[in-house]
């Protein structure tokens, strides 16, 4: 049997087999036409370099993946629009060029569509960089900022005396552990042990105590603000005021004496307590005369270079402290001579509060009404020349409202020195406020 061989008809690309030679002529079963003779060959597709028989032509077609297409019997204008699923979906994507070479293979040129990360990625960095130096700038700013705060308070704290910056360090910790003692206490005679002379002064404790309601406070105390008293030089002598604030916002105010083993409350400052009921006296029941820690200021009236006319008030202490509240307790006006020796101390003290001075710079009384000034005084009950009562005053029995402890060390020291002391013609500094 004679070997069959394959052919390709040049116009239909319709595959041919027969036994007969090329030269001798061949037709196309399919289209009809004629090809080959006269010792021509008949037209063959070139094929890659591969180890198959030379008799044997092949029309092999590979995708972009390197599989096999099989061959279309169809007619040129089908091999011409031949497309597989995958590069139709590529083509839409990518537009992919797509070309039929002579000897019948397909040619495919891809387009790469940029990604619109790629397009924006300068524009991105350009951001990026742009926020980076303004966090920089930022934080630069705020490192500088704490800087100046941290000179600020070093410089504050620089200007303090050595010996004051070891005096905080070492007993303010004890100062706050007797006030909260004090005020968290749950009754009146551990109250008592935190106050300052407490077995002297056990009966006066106990009838104010009876007659007047307990300021509350929530939770721990917190120091605002404090100032160191120098009593006396040689040998030094010491007191504290400090403000205080609790959890809820409300405030308070103390002095604290150091009563030769620890700190203890100035409790004649912190009532203020007075030897007679001032709603009392004021009205003229009971004891005619007594001491009084009180707010005063004054009234001109009549000759104001010959007179000084003054209002007394009750301070407030855990009732209402509202200015209506104050003003109720007004005492009848009283009247000295500006030149005597009470004029003179009451006219300089008042010119000082008007001038927000205060007595050795304390920082007490920074939130008492405006021109009110605060004073230990004695006054008493004296008929006048019509046989009418009056109220006079006596004497002034110390400065501020600090207890006899201070009052005596005040009093004990020349005329002179208490004077420098007291600091009457001296701005009042500002109370140094405590981290909290």
């Not at 993946?65 to 019997?73: M, N, Q």
């Not at 968290?184 to 105590?209: E, N, T, V, Y």
């Not at 000082?352 to 605060?374: N, W």
């Not at 046989?387 to 110390?398: A, D, T």
Request: aromatic share 8%; hydrophobic share 35%; net charge neutral.
């Amino acid at each position: 049997m004679s070997e069959s061989k394959v052919y390709l008809c040049p116009s239909c690309q319709s595959v041919i087999r027969s036994d007969r030679d090329v030269s001798e002529g061949l037709k196309c079963d399919s289209c009809g036409s004629s090809f080959g003779g006269s010792g021509t060959a008949a037209p063959k597709r070139p094929r890659p370099n591969s180890a198959a028989s030379p008799s044997i032509l092949r029309d092999v077609m590979k995708n972009r993946k390197g599989a096999s297409l099989p061959v279309s019997f169809g007619s040129p204008e089908k091999l011409g629009n031949f497309k597989s699923k995958e590069l139709e979906t590529t083509e839409e994507g990518s537009r992919d060029e797509e070309s039929i070479l002579s000897d019948g293979s397909r040619q495919v040129k891809r387009r790469k569509k940029r990604r619109k990360e790629e397009k924006h990625k300068k524009l991105y960095i350009f951001i990026t960089a742009w926020i980076g130096v303004i966090v920089t700038l930022l934080f630069i700013f705020q490192i500088k900022s704490d800087d100046g705060k941290k000179n600020t308070r070093a410089a504050a704290n620089t200007g303090m005396p050595p010996w004051m910056r070891e005096f905080d360090r070492s007993h303010l910790e004890s100062i706050s552990k007797n006030y909260n003692s004090f005020i968290q206490a749950p009754s009146l005679p551990a109250k008592q042990q935190s106050i300052d002379r407490s077995s002297q002064m056990a009966a006066k404790f106990s009838r104010f105590s009876q007659t007047h309601s307990i300021p509350a406070f929530k939770g721990k105390m917190r120091l605002r603000a404090r100032h160191i008293l120098e009593l006396q030089e040689d040998p030094l002598v010491l007191a504290v005021e400090t403000l205080w604030q609790d959890l809820e916002g409300k405030r308070s105010e103390a002095v604290h004496v150091w009563d030769g083993k620890e700190w203890r409350l100035d409790w004649e400052c912190y009532a203020p307590y007075s030897t007679v009921p001032w709603t009392l006296f004021r009205s003229g029941v009971g004891k005619q005369e007594g001491d009084f820690r009180l707010l005063v200021r004054r009234r001109e009236a009549g000759d104001a270079s010959k007179n000084l006319a003054l209002l007394f008030y009750a301070p407030p202490y855990a009732g209402d402290k509202s200015p209506e509240a104050i003003r109720a307790t007004e005492s009848p006006e009283i009247v000295v001579d500006r030149k005597s020796e009470v004029g003179e101390r009451l006219s300089q003290i008042l010119s000082d509060v008007e001038e927000k001075k205060r007595p050795m710079e304390s920082i007490l009384g920074i939130d008492d009404l405006s021109g009110m000034a605060r004073v230990f005084v004695s006054l008493a009950w004296e008929e006048d020349e019509t046989g009418e009562p009056q109220m006079v005053l006596k004497q002034i029995n110390g400065i501020s409202w600090y207890g006899k402890r201070i009052q005596e060390l005040l009093s004990n020291q020349d005329s002179s020195e208490a004077d420098s002391k007291s600091d009457l013609n001296e701005p009042v500094l500002e109370p140094t406020v405590e981290s909290e």
